[in-house]
Every structure is written in C-alpha cells, then in structure tokens.
C-alpha cells in the first residue's frame, strides 16, 4: 500500500472515507452516518476500525485529506493543515456551515488518532480563485463589498475540475468549451474553457444557483428583506435556507429517489418541485452557452447527474434550436463510465461522466505531501 492516502469527505452529517493506494485503486471506503449523533471522535473511530479489518495500516499512509467546501481569498490550492490553517476554515464557517465546522471536526479527531501524518486540506472554493472579475463581482456598493468580503467564489470545484479534465481525455482534447452540471443534494453549474472556469453558478456561499435537495439556489434578495420585517429572526432564516427550501421545501422530500416515486403516484407538489428543478437547469445551460459563446458540450456528473436519465432528458428538452439534442436510448441504456447521449445530429455533444472526488483529493494529497 506505498503512497496509500486517506480522503475524509465530511458531509452535514456523515463522513465518507476512502482509502487509494499508489496506484490509485481503492483499498477500502464507505460512509459513516448520524455523525450527528456518534461525535466525529465517534466516526473516525469507525473509520480505524475500517482500516484495520482491510489490514490498512494507517502509520504507514502518506497522508490524510479533508474535503473543505469554503476556502476564501486565502486558499487556492491545496494545503498542508497547520494551526493558522485550521483558525481560517474556522473564521469561514459562516459561509459554509453545514460543511466546514465538520470538515474541521474531521481534522481534529484525525490529527488526535494520528499525530503527525500530514493532514492536507482540499478547497471546494479552489477551483474558481481564478474566475473573470465579471463572474465574481455582485453589483453592491464598492466599499461595502470590499469591507465585508463580498464577492462569488462558486464550489464543488474539486468535481468540476476533475470532470472537466476527465471530459477532455475522452473527447481527446483539451481546449474544450463545457457546460458542467454536477447535480446531487447540493448542485451546481459551471462554464469552463480549456480547462479554466468562467463561471459558476453557487456565490458567495453554496445557497446560489440550482435548485437543491434543501436549498433554493437563486432567490430575490427582496425575499429575504420581506421575512426579516415581517418578524422572521437570522437564526430562523438561515435554518430556512439550508435545511427547508430546495426539493425539500416545494414537496417534502430532498431525496431524489423519493421525489420521482411522489411524482409517479400523481403528487402534484413533487411534479411542481421536479419542474422548478428542471427549468432552473434549462435556464442556466442556456446562460452558459452565451457565456462560452457556444459549447462543446453539455455534462452531467454527481449522483443525479450520472444516475436520473429522466433529468438528464427534461432538462434539455426544447434546445434543439441551440444544438442540443439528447438521444433517448442512449440517455436511458445502462452503462457506466464517460458516455456520450446526445444524438448523432446534435451539434452540441451531451455526455455523461462519472466524477471522483476521492480521486481527485488523494492526488492533491500527493502533490503537496510529495
């Protein structure tokens, strides 16, 4: 297991681990639940007990990498977790709280079994440092928004650069113009060119852009100003927007699993919830086609990305004038892997690739350890 590193992906309560050896296959992985509810100490626990039953020595890994969805101006690359470190994913919670407070929990209890593996956080934020100042900027007052740190920094850029990349060596070739669609509970859209981003849908925070499992994505900031005079307090709103908006909000349930299963047995709300979803998708390909100034292809990735032909379908239906035409039987055959779905004819390719943060972690991991 030479060179074998450890990727924590600490999620809002769970944590997913893998372990890839030096020849990037994977020696062991899974997932902890109700980390809630267990303690992170609790959790990494589980995760040894893991190793041990894979005969994973963890004195011998190269290091361990941490998942963390918010990294700032400060971090645009991975980097080695020290004290200083640790204080700067703390200071950034707000801006990533279902995600960061854990992912620095994770450090800790890590850093307490294994004292002195180097332990290496990976930016979900990284990705996107260098995004166009015209993708960035929010059009508030100037001082305002220097004052208080205003401005879009996007994530899931550890999936959104791995697939990107992956995109181009299927196509062989890298100066590819793509629509990334990376859909899971949390979702996002991404524009990207020669491999570099233009743009993004998530902002400041992960509560921008798509609609989500319990998120709403874009909302008036109007709406916000309404609920706060009519009485609603921070806390309230805040618990409104992560856990209550979103799929979750519009029918009940963030899964989407149960969300298709709702909408078959003739649920109103669900079939409205899945609509809203699937307009919100249009609308932002269409966006980024303008953005490239036309695309190579559209891509879909992450849990629902890869695994939901019904979304993959209804969410480009009526493109055709753009170029954009999805053949049904490829769309819905069983396969795994890079696979293209559009039809011969489309002019814009759709595909299907598989993301792997794992992956794309543990070799981040290697370029800083060495």
């Known amino acids: 297991m030479s060179g074998a590193v450890l990727v924590l992906n600490a999620g809002s309560s769970s944590l997913k681990y893998d372990v890839l050896d030096g020849d990037e296959q994977t020696l062991v992985g899974g997932t902890v639940e109700r980390v809630d509810q267990t303690g ?21 890994l190269l290091g361990v990498g941490h998942r963390v969805v918010h990294g700032g101006d400060r971090f645009t690359r991975a980097t080695l977790v020290d004290e200083s470190v640790e204080h700067a994913i703390d200071e950034l919670a707000d801006l990533a709280p279902l995600h960061n407070p854990n992912a620095l929990a994770g450090v800790r209890s890590t850093r307490a079994a294994l004292p002195g593996l180097p332990q290496v956080a990976v930016f979900d934020t990284a990705f996107f440092a260098g995004l166009p100042t015209v993708a960035t900027t929010y059009a508030l007052d100037r001082d305002t928004a220097e004052h208080h740190g205003i401005r879009r920094f996007g994530a899931h850029g550890i999936s959104h650069e791995h697939v990107a990349a992956e995109t181009a060596r299927f196509l062989g070739r890298a100066e590819l113009a793509l629509v ?5 509970n949390g979702a996002s859209a991404a524009a990207v060119r020669g491999g570099r981003p233009l743009d993004t849908s998530m902002g400041l925070t992960p509560l921008e852009g798509l609609v989500m499992g319990t998120r709403p994505g874009d909302v008036d900031a109007g709406v916000l100003l309404h609920l706060l005079r009519r009485g609603v307090d921070v806390d309230a709103l805040e618990d409104l927007l992560q856990h209550r908006s979103g799929l979750q ?18 649920d109103a709300m669900a079939r409205t919830a899945y609509d809203v979803y699937c307009h ?11 953005v490239l100034g036309g ?15 019904r979304v993959r379908e209804d969410a480009l239906a009526g493109l055709v004038a753009l170029g954009i035409e999805v053949d049904p039987d490829r769309n819905r055959a069983d396969a795994s892997g890079p696979r293209r ?3 011969d004819s489309s002019r814009v390719d759709v595909l299907v ?4 943060e794992a992956l794309a972690i543990a070799r981040a991991v290697r370029d800083v350890v060495g």
């Not at 992170?40 to 011998?60: K, M, Q, R, T, Y």
């Not at 990334?180 to 899971?184: I, N």
């Open 40 to 60: 992170w100490d609790g959790a990494f626990e589980h995760v040894a007990d893991a190793l041990s039953d894979a005969d994973v020595d963890p004195s011998a």
């Open 353 to 356: 690739v598989p993301t792997d």
């Open 341 to 343: 779905i559009a039809t």
């Open 280 to 290: 919100r998708l249009r609308k932002y390909v269409g966006a980024y086609l303008a």
């Open 249 to 266: 909000g519009l029918c009940g349930v963030h899964d989407f699993r149960d969300l298709l299963a709702a909408m078959d047995a003739g």
């Open 180 to 184: 990334l669609l990376h859909l899971g």
């Open 295 to 309: 695309a190579d292809a559209v891509v879909f990735t992450a849990g629902v990305g890869e695994h939901v032909p």
